[in-house]
């Protein structure tokens, strides 16, 4: 690996990125270093245009969404940015290249048959079902990412609210309803019964055999609960997809600068892709409730 490279990963370590982040950088970044030393190409200061335009075009050909691509496209821009800043290179051969246009492609979200068929799935009966049926319904409920989930400890269950360490480790909270708690409540009983007297992480849902609970995982227990709920194949049964279940049923009553707020977004602009999975019958009939001349109507004189 360029030892630019490896200083680049370092410091994003030390920044505190997401593992996830790490891992799509890391990842785009020796695979673009394979193709360039094909290429006869063994310094970073010898990267040109057409190399990195080549890569994409490669990829591109090989069938990756123009969305993949802009990731690499990221990968390579932050990175080559870094060493300008380091002084490896004086000059980004990224400065003249542009991402590709992504397609526009709206999320099906489930519907509210459909959920209530998936936060009814699994039971109390023993441990694993009760966690999966606490994590299934906290994210309905709260529209928390997986990896968000993933983190949440003991102490981040409050009494009306739920801590949530968001990405670049922001902080926010997210209400506790009550029939959340009730859940929650029933899951921490057979929890506490499960692991008694048992040397356990702060983690607030464990693994089987007491360990923080892995993405994978996550994904397990929601395509067991797809598969059985007869979930429409068009829908990806997912924590992403109830995420946007979430963000959609908050848009419906919200402005998007609060669902914005809820999502843990940095800007608006992250949130504006959920308004698209808001149908004109919706619109229309929250258009009835919110038109100015009807609320009006109630305090004329």
């Given at each position: 690996?360029?030892?630019?490279?490896?200083?680049?990963?370092?410091?994003?370590?030390?920044?505190?990125?997401?593992?996830?982040?790490?891992?799509?950088?890391?990842?785009?970044?020796?695979?673009?270093?394979?193709?360039?030393?094909?290429?006869?190409?063994?310094?970073?200061?010898?990267?040109?245009?057409?190399?990195?335009?080549?890569?994409?075009?490669?990829?591109?050909?090989?069938?990756?969404?123009?969305?993949?691509?802009?990731?690499?496209?990221?990968?390579?821009?932050?990175?080559?940015?870094?060493?300008?800043?380091?002084?490896?290179?004086?000059?980004?051969?990224?400065?003249?290249?542009?991402?590709?246009?992504?397609?526009?492609?709206?999320?099906?979200?489930?519907?509210?048959?459909?959920?209530?068929?998936?936060?009814?799935?699994?039971?109390?009966?023993?441990?694993?079902?009760?966690r999966n049926k606490a994590i299934v319904n906290m994210m309905f409920d709260t529209g928390v990412r997986t990896t968000e989930l993933l983190?949440?400890?003991?102490?981040?269950?409050?009494?009306?609210?739920?801590?949530?360490?968001?990405?670049?480790?922001?902080?926010?909270?997210?209400?506790?309803?009550?029939?959340?708690?009730?859940?929650?409540?029933?899951?921490?009983?057979?929890?506490?019964?499960?692991?008694?007297?048992?040397?356990?992480?702060?983690?607030?849902?464990?693994?089987?055999?007491?360990?923080?609970?892995?993405?994978?995982?996550?994904?397990?227990?929601?395509?067991?609960?797809?598969?059985?709920?007869?979930?429409?194949?068009?829908?990806?049964?997912?924590?992403?997809?109830?995420?946007?279940?979430?963000?959609?049923?908050?848009?419906?009553?919200?402005?998007?600068?609060?669902?914005?707020?809820?999502?843990?977004?940095?800007?608006?602009?992250?949130?504006?892709?959920?308004?698209?999975?808001?149908?004109?019958?919706?619109?229309?009939?929250?258009?009835?409730?919110?038109?100015?001349?009807?609320?009006?109507?109630?305090?004329?004189?």
């Amino acid at each position: 690996m360029f030892l630019e490279v490896e200083d680049y990963i370092f410091d994003c370590q030390s920044r505190g990125l997401s593992q996830k982040t790490l891992k799509n950088y890391r990842n785009h970044l020796i695979r673009f270093e394979k193709y360039i030393r094909e290429q006869g190409v063994n310094k970073v200061i010898d990267i040109k245009p057409i190399h990195i335009k080549k890569f994409i075009k490669l990829k591109q050909d090989a069938g990756c969404t123009n969305k993949y691509c802009n990731g690499i496209y990221k990968a390579l821009k932050v990175f080559f940015d870094y060493c300008i800043e380091n002084e490896y290179i004086i000059k980004s051969p990224m400065k003249n290249i542009k991402p590709a246009k992504e397609e526009k492609r709206t999320i099906e979200v489930f519907t509210d048959k459909e959920t209530n068929r998936l936060i009814n799935y699994y039971d109390y009966s023993n441990y694993l079902n009760a966690r999966n049926k606490a994590i299934v319904n906290m994210m309905f409920d709260t529209g928390v990412r997986t990896t968000e989930l993933l983190g949440i400890t003991n102490d981040d269950i409050q009494v009306d609210r739920i801590k949530i360490y968001g990405k670049g480790a922001k902080e926010r909270f997210i209400a506790l309803s009550t029939e959340l708690k009730k859940i929650l409540r029933r899951y921490e009983r057979i929890k506490d019964s499960y692991f008694y007297k048992k040397d356990i992480p702060d983690y607030y849902f464990l693994s089987r055999t007491g360990r923080q609970l892995t993405v994978e995982a996550i994904e397990r227990l929601w395509r067991i609960a797809g598969e059985e709920c007869d979930i429409r194949d068009s829908v990806r049964c997912s924590g992403h997809t109830a995420r946007h279940y979430f963000a959609t049923k908050m848009m419906e009553k919200n402005d998007i600068y609060t669902v914005s707020k809820l999502l843990g977004h940095s800007t608006v602009a992250n949130t504006e892709r959920y308004i698209a999975t808001l149908t004109d019958e919706k619109l229309i009939e929250q258009g009835k409730v919110t038109s100015p001349l009807t609320t009006l109507k109630g305090g004329r004189k």
